[in-house]
């Protein structure tokens, strides 16, 4: 088909092979995933149910954790591995953990991470969700996903949509972060740590508000950094002004996106908010003006022209 195809040549089969057998010539070929096959073989690993269905905005913190590994080329060609947990609600990183290879201990070391994660609580009937990998397959993940007291899901075979939001992370991740002056797999970790393209944290689940001493320390430090502040809640601007404690807090946020979530309400096509009922706050004009004032951009409908950005969520 190449002859033919590229140089308009046509040659008959049989003369094809006379000149690959005087010359030597063999043609590559695709081998069968080993990993596939063994799985296959030995049928110990399971295929489970998708219990998501795309339902990923499920407006509970820590309910709905999904799971990935892709790969981070850097300098001479070299490849890390990341394999991630993120939680589909805050869109933040629950855990993490690099390897210079894809064996089994990448994912079961990325679960050590987020059991060892001390401020974290896991929504009761929490699941985490996959693609059918031979990793997430395998009866060791799936012994310690149980351990965790986590349900499993798995996306439908070959089918990226059902993973949607991890997916889109690895894809704006890469195109932040800068590896190729890296030389070591050391190198790549800490450039993760120290993120450059990072310019901004959000305050999610639990709502901050009913922790706002503890918050405050935080948006202090982010200051400090140079970084901005994205916080959601479930009070309205108009309470947060009469609480002494939660005003305290507002004067380190910058955005912020107020009222609770009504079912009622629910839309896709509005930016970084579950229902239209909520609003996006821009805090420092607001106390300056001593009224509401909307960060306008975000709160018309989507314009899928365009492209919003809002601050990524950092790794904890």
């Not at 290879?101 to 994912?107: C, F, G």
Request: net charge positive; hydrophobic share 35%.
């Amino acid at each position: 088909m190449v002859l033919k195809d590229r140089f308009n040549i046509i040659y008959n089969l049989k003369r094809i092979r006379r000149i690959m057998k005087k010359y030597g010539i063999v043609c590559p070929y695709r081998k069968a995933n080993p990993y596939r096959r063994m799985m296959k073989a030995s049928k110990e690993h399971t295929v489970v149910s998708n219990l998501i269905n795309r339902e990923f905005k499920q407006d509970i913190p820590y309910k709905v954790l999904l799971t990935d590994i892709t790969y981070l080329s850097y300098k001479n060609g070299k490849k890390a591995y990341l394999s991630t947990i993120k939680d589909s609600s805050t869109n933040e990183i629950l855990a993490h953990y690099v390897s210079d290879n894809l064996r089994l201990d990448i994912v079961l070391n990325t679960l050590e991470k987020l059991k060892s994660n001390v401020n974290l609580k896991l929504h009761s009937e929490a699941i985490l969700h996959s693609d059918q990998g031979v990793h997430y397959t395998s009866p060791k993940f799936q012994k310690q996903v149980q351990q965790l007291g986590l349900k499993q899901s798995m996306s439908r075979r070959g089918n990226c949509w059902d993973n949607a939001p991890q997916e889109s992370f690895f894809g704006h991740f890469k195109d932040e972060v800068i590896l190729s002056k890296c030389s070591t797999l050391e190198e790549v970790i800490e450039e993760l740590k120290n993120l450059e393209g990072q310019d901004g944290i959000t305050l999610s689940g639990g709502d901050p508000m009913c922790q706002s001493e503890a918050c405050l320390e935080i948006c202090k430090a982010a200051k400090e950094l140079g970084l901005n502040v994205w916080c959601y809640t479930g009070f309205t601007y108009e309470k947060i002004l009469n609480n002494p404690k939660q005003r305290a807090l507002l004067q380190y946020i910058d955005v912020l996106v107020d009222g609770k979530f009504v079912l009622e309400e629910k839309s896709f096509d509005i930016y970084f908010r579950g229902s239209r009922n909520q609003r996006i706050i821009d805090v420092k004009k607001s106390l300056e003006e001593e009224k509401v004032v909307w960060v306008s951009k975000y709160m018309d409908e989507k314009d899928y022209s365009l492209n919003y950005k809002k601050p990524d969520y950092m790794f904890i």
